[in-house]
């Protein structure tokens, strides 16, 4: 199951308020008229500094962030329908976990590639477990002992839900657009207007999803393997020139 929050940060708090938006909408086109609709215009903006807009920061914050657990399965069903394994990391990982040994010596370690080396560090300290439950394991030592490299992977899952959040709200908004076409005829075009732009948002930010979901769990296992590596080489730079240690 995928997690929503490490923590309230900087990047979990844009997320959230970015992601809301969206939704807000839907309820601003759900209970605004088609005529004060149409008459919407730029001599509103004023309002933009008044107190009703602080609110609606707060609304959209809370709303992106609720909507996580629902929008992990929608982002699931829609790798599905369009073929995107957005797991095949964790997958190579667990398949290698069958071929390795529980203890290998020196010599026969620094011989293998780079993708058993990873396989047999990250079994040996968590055991063959699926990858979901081993992603608790290791992302509190990296929090522990990768300082930066923990942001940037916090950064990535904040983007990533924030993005498959996104997704969901604009084919939302799409979906209600195409539904209040046939019920306010005389601003059809807004509407026809609003579900050409959000259909093609909706998708790209589905896809931007799937790759921050790659991003961030690359940054997890190769960040997790170069601060383990020095258990089993010792001083990693003495090993740079070995003809043995294989890229």
């Known amino acids: 199951m995928d997690y929503f929050k490490y923590a309230f940060s900087p990047y979990q708090l844009f997320s959230s308020l970015i992601s809301g938006v969206p939704i807000l909408f839907c309820l601003f086109l759900l209970f605004t008229p088609a005529a004060e ?3 919407y215009n730029l001599g ?8 009703s807009t602080l609110l609606l920061f707060i609304a959209s914050t809370i709303v992106g962030g609720s909507i996580s657990g629902l929008t992990f399965g929608y982002f699931k069903i829609l790798c599905k329908i369009f073929r995107k394994d957005y797991k095949f990391l964790e997958k190579k990982l667990l398949q290698n976990f069958d071929t390795i ?14 993708d058993d080396r990873l396989s047999y560090i990250v079994k040996q300290h968590i055991g063959p477990t699926p990858y979901p439950a ?28 924030m993005y498959r959040n996104l997704s969901f709200g604009f084919l939302l908004v799409a979906f209600i657009s195409i539904g209040l076409l046939f019920y306010w005829k005389s601003a059809g075009y807004i509407y026809i207007s609003i579900a050409i732009i959000a259909l093609p948002l909706s998708m790209l930010s589905f896809l931007r999803s799937v790759v921050l979901r790659q991003w961030w769990v690359r940054e997890g296992l190769n960040g997790f393997f170069s601060l383990k590596i020095k258990d089993y080489l010792g001083d990693l730079p003495r090993f740079r020139n070995d003809p043995n240690l294989k890229q």
């Open 37 to 39: 609709l149409q008459a």
């Open 44 to 51: 509103k903006v004023k309002d933009l500094f008044s107190i």
């Open 101 to 114: 040994d529980v203890l290998v010596g020196k010599e026969e370690f620094l011989n293998m590639n780079y």
């Open 134 to 161: 081993a992603n608790f394991r290791l992302l509190p030592y990296i929090r522990q002992f990768g300082g930066p490299l923990m942001n940037q992977i916090e950064s990535y899952v904040a983007f990533h839900i």
